[in-house]
Nanobody, 114 residues
């Protein structure tokens, strides 16, 4: 499975960005896709996940500001990020998990300035 993420960039606090991640390869219909992030000097952490049937899970720090959604026909997962804060600055990684196999995208940098 290959994951191609896009949509990162620089924005001022309070702004919005949308990340996209397209999956290709041997894709199974039942899967979990999501976004994780890693800030400088910190461990990678969960941002949000969405199952193929639409169940979502969010980190407390992004609830009410970020929305994860997916297009199963395009095998694409999105992360709409609103009301961005400087503490959201990180490299964001797309993740695909199915049948015990875990795959990561290349990461896309999000920088939020105050």
């Amino acid at each position: 499975v290959q994951l191609q993420a896009s949509g990162g960039g620089s924005v001022q606090a309070g702004g919005s960005l949308r990340l996209s991640c397209v999956a290709s390869g041997r894709i199974f219909s039942m899967n979990l896709m999501g976004w994780y992030r890693q800030a400088p000097g910190k461990q990678r952490e969960l941002v949000a996940t969405i199952a193929s049937l639409g169940n979502t899970n969010y980190a407390d720090s992004v609830k009410g500001r970020f929305t994860i959604f997916r297009d199963n026909a395009k095998i694409t997962v999105y992360l709409q990020m609103n009301s961005l804060k400087p503490e959201d600055t990180a490299v964001y990684y797309c993740n695909y998990n199915s049948l015990g196999s875990n795959y990561w995208g290349q990461g896309t940098l999000v920088t939020v300035s105050s």
